[in-house]
């Protein structure tokens, strides 16, 4: 079985500033991971993913992350902050037999203050 | 991109009624369907899993006779809350494997449709 720890529950932070959200998992079997964004009152949005390949992945708006095999970590990061960043992000992963099931986290609230 | 729907966004009824939600895949075919629940300030959890033409798989403690589920095409798949109550007031999004990408790893998400039981 999978699981996923996303270890801040609130990040604050001040427009412009970098920002790393961390994501730990536990899996006795590959896995494929991913980061979502979710907005006030809206689904969830893919941000990046992690499938085979070169472990650092990045997204269209500034945010990247590292897959960390050895620390079973996928912790994301941006250089730069912007208020418009201020959302929910959740860590998830899948087991690569594909069963189909998004482990989520439990979540990080990112603030972004001006 | 691929672009999941869900109708309605939101809806109020009365205790004892029943609701649907519809989840459709605009742009691509979808044979697998996820349908999860979120509470205020919490992480998404797992209802059940709707495959195109057959029965929906229910997560423990989930109760099938509570939240029908039908997946009657490759783009289309229903949430019917059935005889709901308060309790059942809640935030519900699905998401949908799309098949076009290597192996169907990449679930994508509807926007949510918001349930209030009086």
């Known amino acids: 079985a999978q699981s996923v720890t996303q270890l801040d529950s609130q990040v604050p932070v001040f427009e412009e500033a970098p920002v790393e959200l961390r994501c730990n998992y536990s899996s006795s079997v590959s896995v494929y991971l991913f980061w979502y964004v979710q907005y006030p009152n809206q689904g969830l949005q893919l941000l990046l993913k992690?499938?085979?390949?070169?472990?650092l992945v990045e997204s269209i708006n500034g945010f990247e992350a590292e897959f960390n095999k050895s620390q079973t970590s996928f912790h994301l990061r941006k250089p730069s902050v912007h208020i418009s960043d201020t959302a929910e992000y959740f860590c998830?992963?899948?087991?690569?037999?594909?069963?189909?099931?998004?482990?989520f986290g439990q979540g990080t609230t990112l603030q972004v203050k001006p | 991109g691929a672009v999941v729907s869900q109708h309605p966004s939101r809806v109020i009824c009365k205790s004892g009624t029943s609701v649907k939600i519809e989840c459709r895949s605009l742009d691509f075919q979808a044979t697998t369907m996820f349908w999860y629940r979120q509470f205020p300030k919490q992480s998404l959890m797992l209802m059940a899993t709707?495959?195109?033409?057959?029965?929906?798989?229910?997560e423990q403690g989930v109760e099938k006779d509570k939240f029908l589920i039908n997946h009657a095409s490759l783009t289309l798949s229903t949430l019917t809350v059935t005889s709901a109550h308060p309790e059942d007031s809640s935030f519900y999004i699905c998401s949908a494997r799309d098949l076009g990408t290597l192996r169907g790893e990449t679930q994508y998400f509807g926007p949510g449709t918001r349930l209030l039981v009086l």
């Open positions: 709707s495959n195109e033409g057959s029965k929906a798989t229910y």
């Open positions: 992690y499938l085979s390949g070169s472990t």
């Open positions: 998830a992963v899948i087991s690569s037999s594909n069963t189909g099931k998004l482990i």
